[in-house]
């Protein structure tokens, strides 16, 4: 998803193609070490973060926080 495609075709594809991945390869996923998978998903999650996002949060007052969106 990072290569720029934005439409929601785009996003079910990649879903999907990630779900072939997984379902192929479920013997090497269980393998896999919980801590290294939740390291995947820490990365990831900071990824999806944008920084001027969060500085603009950071900015707002106490008051708006909460329903920030």
Excluded: N, Q
């Amino acid at each position: 998803m990072r290569s720029g495609a934005t439409s929601r075709l785009a996003a079910l594809a990649h879903a999907a193609i990630l779900a072939l991945i997984v379902y192929a390869a479920a013997d090497l996923v269980a393998r896999t070490p919980l801590a290294a998978l939740a390291g995947v998903l820490l990365a990831t999650a900071v990824r999806m973060v944008e920084a001027g996002s969060v500085r603009r949060w950071a900015a707002s007052p106490a008051a708006t926080r909460s329903c920030w969106h």
